[in-house]
């Protein structure tokens, strides 16, 4: 038993979960300053935009769902800097700390149109540096060590909402909004500081030898997998409720139960990192145990019926033990839920193509945090505040179902190796 405890830990505390934690925080950081993030969200709030402009902004965050058209760029051309992947971060990391820092000195009311191109601009950027973040980590981590790292890479992405979703609006209550952005630009300096100390894949990999074999072939071989299509769709279902949940959490609690930035910055980010992070590190724990299939199986479940507590917050109205109660526990669930399928996505790419194939799986993802979100705001207009969240409880069984299907093709292949 101490011998297992012994091994779980060493694989924790080594340099190539470090390098995870941080590049990814490096990758995460930018999502809560555009699209459906909660420092974008309340900047546009308290300067007066509407609930459903702010909804139908969610769209800027296309880039997400989109990086897989460019990513076999990112597969074929290699920087003349650095190494294939971290040549890359570099530049993209560059790139995003110019575009942040610039957009605090923009003016919602009047400087709509800029603020779309900009905000388009950083999602872009943050989506290119997410498919060679994620292209490397695939390249770097051993099979046995992704159950840790899909933890390492929730408690870097917690950590990241924390500093740029929760820093950002306590920072707003004392300082003006552009000096709020240059700190949050200054921050991504840690994924530039990394790079240089980031280790280099035990398996070198020759890049495609041309942009068709690039385009072509990451394709043509994931689609050979038994049951692509419904992995694909699972992909898109799986987190679609508890996304969609999250979209509006931050005018929920703002405008219509009333608890200050404050709030918003300390009880809701913090307390969601702390219970997401132990949720992500459990997971982490117990997936080497019981295997993907199980996790998801289990934490889709749980993730699904956490959105039901906003139910109760939502009744209840402004009150602090129901605030704290209820993000505890869909953060939680949440976390485990993000770990298993991150483990799982990890495992289908090949990684010659990581940056290709990663991308498609991810940017599946971002489907619910951008096209389902954006009619979020319409969705809370017509139902009201509690029949949204059911809404969001019942978007989980089609995912579900789906993993049902997958699990049989996982064991008709374990069979016939």
């Known amino acids: 038993m101490s011998q297992n405890y012994s091994k779980i830990l060493s694989i924790f505390t080594n340099r190539r979960m470090a390098v995870t934690l941080l590049l990814m925080f490096a990758s995460s950081f930018p999502l809560p300053l555009t699209s459906s993030g909660t420092t974008f969200q309340l900047w546009l709030t308290e300067n007066g935009i509407d609930i459903k402009t702010i909804g139908t902004l969610t769209l800027v965050g296309l880039p997400y769902s989109l990086k897989f058209l460019w990513a076999p760029f990112l597969d074929r051309f290699v920087p003349p800097f650095l190494g294939r992947r971290t040549g890359w971060i570099v530049v993209f990391q560059i790139l995003l700390m110019a575009c942040i820092g610039s957009m605090g ?42 159950g840790a790292g899909a933890s390492m890479i929730m408690i870097g992405g917690r950590l990241a909402f924390l500093t740029s979703g929760a820093l950002a609006p306590i920072l707003a209550d004392h300082f003006a909004w552009p000096t709020v952005f240059l700190i949050m630009a200054s921050c991504l ?24 074999e690039a385009v072509v072939q990451p394709i043509v071989s994931f689609f050979k997998k038994p049951g692509a299509f419904e992995i694909l769709l699972f992909v898109i279902l799986f987190k679609a409720g508890d996304t969609l949940a999250a979209s509006l959490l931050t005018p929920f ?105 990663y991308a498609l799986l991810s940017s599946l993802t971002a489907i619910a945090r951008t096209c389902l979100a954006s009619g979020s705001g319409y969705l809370v207009d017509f139902l009201g505040w509690p029949k949204f969240f059911l809404f969001t409880a019942l978007c989980a069984p089609p995912g579900l179902l789906l993993l049902k299907r997958l699990g049989r093709y996982e064991n008709s292949k374990t069979a016939s190796a």
Do not use: H
């Not at 400087?111 to 943050?126: G, K």
């Open 105 to 146: 000195f923009l003016k919602p009311l009047s400087d709509m149109t800029w603020i779309i191109m900009l905000a388009t601009c950083i999602s872009f950027c943050s989506a290119s540096a997410d498919i060679v973040i994620d292209a490397y980590r695939v390249d770097l981590l051993r099979p046995e060590e992704r």
């Open 189 to 212: 300096s840690i994924g530039l500081i990394t790079v240089f100390f980031a280790p280099a894949p035990e398996i070198v990999v020759t890049p495609p030898k041309t942009l068709q």
């Open 253 to 357: 609690l703002r405008t219509y139960l009333g608890f200050s930035k404050t709030d918003i910055g300390s009880v809701y980010k913090v307390v969601g990192l702390i219970a997401s992070l132990l949720g992500g590190i459990i997971a982490g724990a117990v997936i080497p145990k019981w295997g993907v299939y199980k996790g998801l199986w289990i934490f889709g479940i749980l993730q699904a019926l956490s959105n039901l507590v906003f139910i109760g917050l939502a009744l209840q109205g402004k009150s602090y033990v129901w605030m704290v109660a209820s993000i505890t526990v869909e953060n939680f669930c949440g976390g485990l839920g993000t770990a298993a399928l991150v483990a799982y996505l990890m495992g289908l790419c090949e990684q010659k193509f990581s940056a290709s194939q």
